[in-house]
């Protein structure tokens, strides 16, 4: 089993990072916008579900009256509604977030769609199939690819001083094979999600950015949302990359 090794990161003194998050109204985006609200500003991406802005974590006490406490200045979580399957939305999602924080620290693909049925199954379609490739595994690498030709390129050594990463969600199943759950496709879109992984971050590392996976099980009946964001918040904050976290309701694996 692989050990993840912490790396703390500071520039100028300065810890907190800014986030693009897609998939920010579902389970897991919600949940790390909430857990992590005060360690990263947050670019949130959403399209069917409205958005709640998570509450503030951290506050101002008053050291003569504890009772009277402030929301600490400085937190910003912004939005921005799109279809992420329209490839002309993917310049005006970065846009958007280069415009609102002047930067992206850490890239979250953590918006996914999933159908499962048997292939010969009226209740799957190959379009159903193409749909599951398209937004679990083309869509991350549209936005990896416009972040780094719009702002990533040109910075490496920037990219490596503040360890900038990509944390692509991905699953056990695109590491395994279910039986008799009617995975095929979703199974094929988060395998195809970790061999662009794989590539990106060989290719990444040329302007210092590292890229990796996490690959939780079903969530949260075998392990927990807020564990998955635990991880996602770690890969960002380690040194490995092309490798992918594997989390199981019995332990961590690192492939």
């Not at 389970?27 to 958005?51: E, K, N, Q």
């Not at 101002?60 to 009277?68: A, K, S, W």
């Not at 199943?173 to 879109?189: H, K, P, V």
Request: charged share 20%.
């Amino acid at each position: 089993m692989g050990q993840l090794r912490h790396r703390a990161v500071a520039v100028n003194g300065i810890q907190r990072r800014v986030c693009l998050l897609t998939g920010a109204s579902g389970r897991l985006g919600s949940t790390f916008s909430r857990l992590y609200g005060h360690r990263y500003d947050i670019a949130a991406v959403y399209y069917t579900r409205p958005i709640v802005k998570p509450p503030d974590m951290c506050w101002d006490i008053d050291p003569l009256d504890p009772c009277v406490r402030k929301p600490t200045s400085g937190h910003r979580f912004e939005t921005i509604r799109a279809d992420l399957t329209d490839p002309f939305e993917v310049p005006r999602i970065v846009n958007f977030a280069l415009t609102t924080f002047g930067r992206v620290d850490l890239l979250v693909n953590a918006a996914a769609i999933a159908r499962c049925a048997p292939l010969l199954s009226a209740d799957l379609t190959i379009e159903d199939v193409t749909r599951m490739l398209d937004l679990n595994a083309v869509v991350p690498l549209r936005l990896a690819v416009e972040l780094a030709k719009r702002f990533w390129r040109a910075r490496a050594a920037e990219n490596t001083a503040i360890n900038r990463s990509i944390v692509n969600i991905s699953s056990t199943s695109g590491a395994y094979i279910f039986s008799g759950l009617g995975q095929s496709g979703y199974s094929a879109s988060k395998a195809a999600l970790n061999m662009l992984t794989c590539h990106m971050a060989e290719e990444f590392s040329a302007f210092g950015v590292r890229v990796n996976s996490v690959a939780p099980d079903t969530l949260p009946q075998s392990v927990t949302t807020e564990s998955v964001c635990d991880a996602i918040a770690r890969v960002d904050r380690d040194a490995m990359t092309g490798r992918m976290l594997l989390l199981e309701a019995d332990g961590e694996t690192v492939l």
